[in-house]
């Protein structure tokens, strides 16, 4: 059972270049997430997903889509990576009640040059 | 909207002694969570708290919920290097499906 996976683990890219970062859970969750984490910021919600077909904003969306392909998968698109990007990103899921526990990705570590 | 402070933002103390951190809400929180992060790692949820005053126990961790449902506590007693990491606290925002975390506090135990 492996949880929630994120593809890739590693990512440099150079400043203007796009990217997706991958995301798929196999227990069955209704919802989805994606985080971004800063040293000395926490964990920021840039993306979520209620349900399959439903996406909303977090608190810090800008420079980022959101695809839901189906009730497994969730990715975070980069269509043009600055270096303000460069985080460690989360995914997550939860489900199916209202209010669960979050399950976590290993991250995914960008660096935008 | 809904904003949880977490205090302190670091803490070091050495192993055997006890640690506290502290959780805080602007709004009244439906429940809240716990997770702990090691470093390089990722956040693994701990407990949930639901009712108000609520105290919870995993061996050396002590969590509560406070009366008004606007803070929550995670006390360690007699800590060990294995507890060291950083302890976010989290609450669901009204719409039950975002969840608002705590910039969480770091702790270092010293053998």
């Known amino acids: ?113 | 909207g809904q904003q949880v402070m977490q205090i302190p933002q670091y803490q070091h103390v050495q192993e055997g002694e006890d640690f506290t951190t502290y959780c805080n809400s602007s709004t009244t929180l439906s429940n809240i969570q716990w997770y702990k992060q090691r470093p390089g790692g990722h956040p693994v949820f701990l407990i949930q708290l639901v009712k108000s005053g609520e105290v919870k126990k995993q061996k050396r961790l002590t969590f509560q919920f406070g009366e008004a449902k606007k803070n929550s506590s995670l006390h360690i007693t007699a800590t060990q290097t294995t507890d060291v990491g950083t302890y976010f606290c989290a609450g669901y925002s009204n719409s039950g499906y975002a969840l608002n975390f705590g910039k969480g506090t770091s702790l270092l135990v010293t053998p």
């Open chain 1, 1 to 113: 059972n492996a949880g929630v996976t994120q593809t890739p683990k590693f990512q440099v890219l150079k400043t203007g270049q796009s990217m997706t970062l991958q995301c798929a859970q196999d227990m069955n969750h209704n919802s989805m997430y994606w985080y971004r984490q800063d040293p000395g910021m926490g964990l920021r919600l840039i993306y979520y997903s209620a349900s399959e077909g439903t996406t909303d904003k977090g608190e810090v969306p800008n420079g980022y889509n959101v695809s839901r392909l189906n009730k497994r998968e969730f990715s975070l698109r980069l269509e043009s990576a600055a270096p303000s990007q460069t985080s460690v990103y989360f995914c997550a899921s939860s489900g199916p009640y209202l209010g669960q526990p979050q399950h976590f990705g290993d991250g995914t570590r960008l660096s935008i040059l």
